[in-house]
Nanobody
């Protein structure tokens, strides 16, 4: 089965940037819709971004538009989340998730749809 591993989480100051990577193994990530979710302490998990098999991105939430971007590199079997102008409210554990999908399958912000999950990576935004 597909295995996912996240990397890139760190402590960063407000206004800084981070690039998270989700690396797939065993199977090709290119056959999957991939999404990033985050969960802050005491809060529910929320969808951050998603990218379908055609490379079409979706960013969820007005507060993330213009700051976060998602991209995929099927040759490297990765999906990256670029986060700019980070704010304290972005502090959370970020996890990538994937589901095997048809070539025309759309993205989804419903975490229940995703079968494969990584362990998560901690992002802390603090001065």
């Amino acid at each position: 089965q597909l295995r996912l591993a996240e990397s890139g989480g760190d402590l960063v100051q407000p206004g800084g940037s981070l690039r998270l990577s989700c690396i797939g193994s065993v199977y090709q990530l290119g056959y999957h819709v991939v999404a990033w979710f985050r969960q802050a302490p005491g809060k529910e998990r929320e969808a951050v971004a998603c990218i379908n098999r055609r490379g079409e991105p979706t960013i969820y939430g007005d507060s993330l538009q213009g700051r976060f971007t998602i991209s995929r590199d099927n040759a490297l079997n990765t999906v990256d989340l670029q986060m700019n102008n980070l704010k304290s409210e972005d502090t959370a554990v970020y996890s990538c998730a994937a589901i095997s999908s048809g070539s025309r399958s759309p993205c989804s912000r419903d975490s229940g749809r995703y079968i494969y999950w990584g362990q998560g990576t901690q992002v802390t935004v603090s001065s």
